[in-house]
Structure formats: C-alpha cells, structure tokens
C-alpha cells in the first residue's frame, strides 16, 4: 500500500527564517509528487513533480524530488505570516488515479 | 466557472438521516474526485471519476456511500443513514486528466450529531 509521511509535524519560526519540509514515500509505479497548501478548507496546489533533481521554484518556494531516496523537500525563504498553513504532500502511482496523502506539515510563522 | 465549487459548505444532520453534497468541478475538467479529511488526518480517497464512470470506488467506506456524475461535470455525494464517525470535511477536487495536477474545492464540513 502507497505510504507518505511528512515532518516535523508541525514547525513554528520567526518571520524571516528559511523552512524546509520534509517528505519521504513507499510507492509502487511512481507517477508524481504534489505539494498542496491547505490554509482553511481547500488545499491549493504549489507543484507536481515527476523527476528527480530538477528544482521547481515559484516565488520563495521551491521543490525538489529524489526518486532513488523517496523523498521530496519543500523550501520556504523569507518566510511571512501568510505562509502559515497546513503543507500537505501527495503521491500517485500509475496503478490507479488517486492521491495519497500525508497528515501534512503544520507551519506557522510567527511575527 | 474560475474553481472547483462546493455546496453546501456546512451541513448540521441528526444520526440516520441521509444526506447529499454536491460539486461543480472546473469547467472541461473531465477528472473528478471526492477526498474526506477528518479532524488532523491526512485527506482520504474516496473515488474518482473520469468522465461519468467512477473505475475505482474503493476508498468508498461503506455500502451507505455513493457517488454519481452526470453530463461529465457535477457530482454528488450521498451518504445514506449518516453516522456520527462520517462528519468530516468532504472535499472534491478536479483535473484536466487524470495525469494531471488536482484542483480543489472550499469543501463541505458535515457535522452528524
């Protein structure tokens, strides 16, 4: 069964720091790695990965995934209130269509 | 429409009492799932549909639990003879394909007392 796990679990910084989170996998047929941002309700998608060691960045964030170790990070620079949020990241293999999912990271920066 | 919508966004029911929660995927979107999160869990995969044909149904938890889509767009989600371990938030989520990255919804909060 596909497995993902995230830490730290939850994570409280100063504004201004650099954050880095962490996810590790089981996957049988691996397809893609998702990061999502879940503030509230809805998670929002931040990327898609499917090869390792190419970067994905937008803004102050960026991802990177290795295939060989099974496991993704996601970094956060300079970090601002508004990036406290639940990071959520997911997996899919080519044997089915759905996501699995992590409990997430729980991330608040403090002012 | 610009997102994936949801309705209702809050549902208050008794025990055994059925209830219906809809989903307007992303317009030409012909990917759509239903995930449920419980209180600090991880979301949980329901079923997808890909087109109006749901291939897997095997996240549904029980046989009170359907799903339909018609005309490759809305969806509902009924769970019949609600019990109290189904209040969750019931999140739908759209895709171009079904290779392709998930849009969600604001969700639905169900609240069975």
């Known amino acids: 069964e596909d497995k993902v796990v995230q830490s730290p679990l939850s994570l409280v910084v100063h504004e201004g720091d650099t954050v880095t989170l962490n996810c590790s996998y089981e996957v049988t047929n691996f397809r893609s790695l998702l990061w999502y941002k879940q503030e509230k309700k809805a998670p929002t998608f931040l990327f898609m990965l499917t090869s390792s060691g190419i970067e994905k960045k937008s803004g102050r964030l960026s991802s990177i995934l290795d295939k060989k170790e099974l496991f993704s990070i996601l970094n956060i620079t300079a970090t601002q209130t508004g990036d406290s949020a639940v990071y959520l990241c997911a997996i899919s293999n080519f044997g089915n269509e759905k996501l699995t999912f992590g409990t997430g990271t729980r991330l608040t920066i403090i002012p | ?113």
Do not use: M
């Open chain 2, 1 to 113: 429409g610009a997102g994936v919508s949801q309705s209702p966004s809050n549902k208050v029911t008794e025990k055994g009492k059925d209830v219906e929660l809809r989903c307007d995927p992303i317009s030409g979107h012909t990917a759509l799932y239903w995930y449920r999160q419980s209180l600090g869990q991880g979301l949980e995969f329901l079923i997808y549909f890909q087109g109006n044909s749901a291939p897997d149904k095997s996240g549904l938890p029980s046989d009170r639990f359907s799903a339909e889509r018609t005309g490759g767009s809305v969806s509902t989600l009924t769970i019949q003879r609600t019990q109290q371990e189904d209040s969750a938030v019931y999140l739908c989520a759209s895709a171009r394909g079904i290779y392709n990255e998930q849009f969600f919804g604001p969700g639905t909060r169900l609240t069975v007392l």
